[in-house]
């Protein structure tokens, strides 16, 4: 087999020819009985190709995906319709590898592009809750501007927002989630925290804690997830109505209770479209928050149910693996520092 650089367009003559006929161009048959080959004109770069013997097709049905230039033979071979019919098939064969490998190599590429499109729309959707942030801390701080506690926690804001930034700009640039920092959270001043950030938005969450209770797992992503379904009891109840968090302990798991007396949803959405991306009741969003944590929670051991009906209210309650601490335990020399 003869190798060259020179790309040869599909419009040639010889792309044709061989596209039209299928036929295996013999170059010796050529030059002494052109006639044969009625309409052929061999390119200049293939003409010139010292030792050029069999031009073989490599093609798919009728498409032609290539061909191969093979070289003189060492000993002399009859090329018969036997010869030419093995080469045909030799060359379709190939063709057909060389088609599988393309639609593979095109196959990974769009997974690559879907998984890039996933990532992107978590990233957004938690840009769009730091904008959130951001913005009602703004809305107040003319209001507040003389108040140092306020002045302290906007600082704060802005500072734990840069973060968030900053960890969503990496999961960009690498095309990974970074990886979580596990160990004990207590879930009492989680809900403490949650309870405190939506009161600065003027709702009030209800938070009974029956029982101080430490999971394990990532302390930003476990309040993330509760925010996010603390909020969205919060955006399907009216302003009247009520919106609680239970915190106690059930057959040896953590068990947390996200309530409310709101819109409420059919079974149907719960059980076939809660928790898949992109479906949501709201009038703006991706759902990408329901779907990450049900993910989240799936992932830490736990499960979560829903309850819910239309214009009564929804109840969501989340089970997670106690995380039993001890002196030496992660948690203890976290509150130690």
């Known amino acids: 087999m003869l190798e060259s650089s020179v790309l040869e367009a599909r419009e040639s003559q010889l792309c044709r020819f061989v596209m039209n006929s299928g036929w295996v161009i013999n170059l010796e048959e050529f030059r002494s009985l052109p006639s044969r080959y ?50 045909r098939t030799a060359g379709s064969q190939a063709a057909g590898f060389l088609a599988q490998m393309l639609a593979t190599e095109a196959l990974l590429e ?29 809305k107040n701080a003319e209001r507040h501007k003389g108040n140092p506690e306020f002045q302290q926690d906007m600082l704060m804001t802005v500072e734990h927002a840069v973060e968030r930034m900053r960890r969503l700009m990496l999961q960009l640039r ?50 993330r997830v509760f925010g996010h379904l603390v909020q969205n009891s919060l955006d399907a109840t009216d302003s009247d109505g009520r919106v609680w968090v239970k915190l106690d302990r059930e057959s040896g798991l953590a068990r947390v209770e996200v309530g409310d007396t709101g819109h409420g949803m059919t079974a149907d ?69």
């Open 38 to 87: 009625e309409g052929l004109a061999l390119p200049d770069w293939l003409s010139n190709q010292a030792g050029a013997w069999l031009v073989v097709p490599l093609m798919v049905g009728s498409d032609l995906t290539g061909f191969v230039v093979l070289g003189s033979s060492r000993t002399h071979v009859d090329v018969n319709w036997e010869v030419n019919d093995l080469l």
């Open 174 to 223: 690498d095309g990974t989630a970074p990886a979580s920092a596990v160990c004990g959270v207590d879930l009492a001043n989680l809900f403490g925290r949650v309870q405190a950030s939506k009161n600065k938005t003027g709702r009030a969450v209800e938070v009974d804690v029956v029982e101080a209770i430490s999971v394990r797992g990532d302390e930003e992503r476990l309040e």
């Open 110 to 138: 769009a997974r690559k592009f879907e998984a890039f499109n996933r990532m992107s729309a978590f990233v957004v959707h938690d840009l769009k809750n730091i904008v959130s942030q951001l913005s009602l801390m703004l």
């Open 269 to 337: 959405f719960v059980r076939e479209r809660l928790f898949k991306p992109f479906q949501t009741t709201k009038q703006s969003g991706m759902g990408i928050g329901a779907y990450e944590s049900f993910q989240y929670i799936r992932e830490l051991g736990g499960e979560l149910s829903v309850d819910s009906e239309l214009n009564v209210g929804t109840r969501i309650v989340v089970l997670l693996p106690l995380f039993q601490t001890n002196r030496d335990s992660d948690l203890m020399r976290r509150e130690a520092t």
